[in-house]
């Protein structure tokens, strides 16, 4: 094996697990968002249900892990929204659904530049990788 194979080797080597933990990095990415899309989307339909239910009517409130509790709307027309940090504002249905229909949509967009740009790395991460098989195999017929 001369030095230059022996380099060129090793450069693809790191070039391939580089782009193995950007791939992995990506992924964590687009399950965190996959959770934020899920949680986002899961507000929405409530705030739909919300739009048809009257002042007073009792209802069952889907509390998280399949578990609901029995209530009663107090006021069908205003919610109460986090917005980060720890504070929280009043606004109507209207204008929290569409705030969540816009977070929805940004993370969607978020999502699939993930997904492209995760594509993208696992395309390369096989390249390098048929590379490297291909350097190896030469690098053997060459030793025997």
């Known amino acids: 094996m001369t030095e230059d194979q022996q380099q060129l080797l090793q450069k693809l080597y ?72 720890n504070i929280r504002i009043e606004q109507s249905v209207a204008k929290a659904k569409k705030q969540v229909e816009d977070a929805i949509a940004s993370l969607e967009k978020q999502y699939e530049t993930l997904a492209n740009e995760y594509n993208r790395m696992a395309t390369l991460a096989a390249t390098m990788s048929s590379q490297l098989q291909q350097l190896a195999s030469q690098m053997q017929d060459k030793g025997e």
Request: glycine letters at 8%.
């Open 14 to 85: 790191l070039e391939q697990k580089m782009a193995e933990s950007n791939i992995a990095v990506l992924q964590q990415r687009m399950e965190m968002i996959q959770a934020y899309l899920t949680n986002y989307r899961a507000g929405a339909l409530v705030l739909t249900e919300l739009e048809n239910r009257q002042e007073g009517e009792e209802m069952l409130m889907n509390v998280g892990g399949g578990i609901y509790v029995q209530s009663r709307l107090v006021d069908s027309e205003r919610v109460t929204r986090d917005i980060g940090s």
